[in-house]
């Protein structure tokens, strides 16, 4: 069976400092990979995605990048962290063929940055 | 472009008592359309979906939802509620074709014992 894993859960890191958050499925090829953050206000934004290795489409400009350096990793990264960058962040996958299936959700990493 | 609303905020319903979480959309084309949830601090969880077919789906924990495609909608309904259902629900969309998902803003589901 299919599974994500998303790490870390919690972190907290100051302002100005690098971020790493890795994401990665099992069980499945050539999936399509999704980064959202949650602020506090709830909604889902769709920060990044992607349809294969090395291809990322950015959704919002802002402070964030992403990088697939294999077929089931997805890496959400910062060089210089800022507050606004606090958040909920979730990692997400849909099988590569489209249709109908669902996205498949990891547990999240709660980001303070302080 | 794709686009869902949930009009409401929170929802408030006693134990016991039917309840409906409220979701609109909009595609350009055929919709697949998704209810999720989310329990504190974790990530969402699928409950149902519509893709084609039957308009009334069954999902988990006893939810199921309407595709209304005359009015646009897809309310997610359960016959009795629970106070464990009480947590996020989130609507999606995705159009035919489309790679990527959107969500609407979230309901918060209170179920009062």
């Known amino acids: 069976s299919q599974t994500i894993h998303q790490w870390p859960a919690t972190l907290v890191q100051p302002v100005g400092s690098p971020l790493s958050l890795e994401c990665t499925v099992e069980g499945t090829s050539n999936p399509n990979l999704y980064w959202y953050r949650q602020a506090a206000g709830r909604g889902l934004q769709l920060l990044f995605y992607?349809?294969?290795?090395?291809?990322i489409s950015s959704e919002v400009p802002q402070n964030l990048s992403a990088s697939r350096p294999q077929d089931r990793q997805f890496i959400l990264s910062s060089k210089k962290l800022l507050l606004s960058d606090s958040g909920f962040y979730l990692c997400?996958?849909?099988?590569?063929?489209?249709?109908?299936?669902?996205?498949?959700f990891g547990q999240g990493t709660r980001l303070t940055v302080v | 472009a794709q686009s869902v609303a949930q009009p409401e905020d929170q929802v408030n319903v006693a134990e016991g008592n039917p309840l409906t979480v409220k979701c609109t959309y909009s595609?350009?084309?055929?919709?697949?359309l998704f209810w999720y949830v989310q329990y504190p601090n974790r990530g969402l969880q699928f409950l149902l979906k519509y893709i084609t077919g039957d308009n009334l789906v069954k999902g988990s924990y006893g939810f199921e939802a309407e595709f209304n495609k005359s009015q646009t909608s897809f309310h997610l309904k359960k016959p009795s509620a629970l106070v464990s259902d009480s947590a996020l629900y989130f609507c999606?969309?995705?159009?035919?074709?489309?790679?990527?998902?959107?969500f609407g803003r979230g309901t918060s589901l209170i179920v009062h014992p």
């Open positions: 999606a969309v995705r159009e035919w074709g489309s790679y990527i998902p959107t």
């Open positions: 997400a996958w849909t099988p590569g063929q489209g249709g109908g299936t669902e996205a498949f």
């Open positions: 595609v350009s084309g055929n919709p697949y």
């Open positions: 992607s349809v294969g290795i090395g291809q």
